[in-house]
């Protein structure tokens, strides 16, 4: 499981495609070059060589799993709490949501060129990242709201990765 970091440069990965695209090309045989049509040579690169920016898919979203957890409230003014300096715990809930995808899961590991400083965090497992949500006093309707929002907070960042990689190509 890789957690979405967002931290990674994408202007690096982008770069270093160019490299190893031309060291792969240089490093084909005469055989193959006459052997295979410019399509399917093209084709091929093109493949390997193309980011496949992920795209969030709604309609799948649900709740995976559900339950009580102790919540931390020691850093919370409405609880009357004299001592800040330890934990201290009340009885709360958790939820567990994986947001489904299509598309290159590396991806969540970088960053755009446009970005801001607060990206949704979550952990990627196959083709969902899953997030988590903590809460004293959650409701469905507070919690879906929550899942929503992260939701277009990753389909954020991923437009804005989308953007970059079209942007190097030009």
């Known amino acids: 499981m890789t957690c979405c970091s967002f931290e990674k440069d994408l202007s690096d990965l982008i770069r270093a495609y160019e490299p190893a695209f031309q060291r792969e090309v240089a490093g084909w045989e005469r055989n193959r070059i006459l052997a295979s049509s410019e399509s399917d040579l093209v084709s091929y690169l093109v493949e390997k060589y193309t980011l496949d920016a992920p795209r969030i898919i709604r309609d799948q979203l649900h709740i995976e799993s559900e339950g009580e957890a102790k919540i931390d409230v020691s850093g919370r003014f409405e609880y009357d709490i004299w001592n800040r300096r330890q934990p201290f715990h009340v009885a709360g809930s958790f939820v567990t949501v994986p947001i489904p995808f299509e598309g290159d899961s590396e991806i ?9 400083l607060n990206p949704s965090r979550g952990c990627v497992s196959g083709s969902s990242v899953l997030i988590s949500f903590r809460g004293v006093e959650m409701n469905a309707v507070r919690t879906w709201e929550e899942i929503d929002s992260t939701a277009g907070k990753i389909e954020q960042y991923l437009e804005w990765i989308l953007t970059s990689t079209v942007d190097s190509r030009k």
């Open 108 to 116: 969540f590991e970088f960053k755009a060129s446009a970005y801001d």
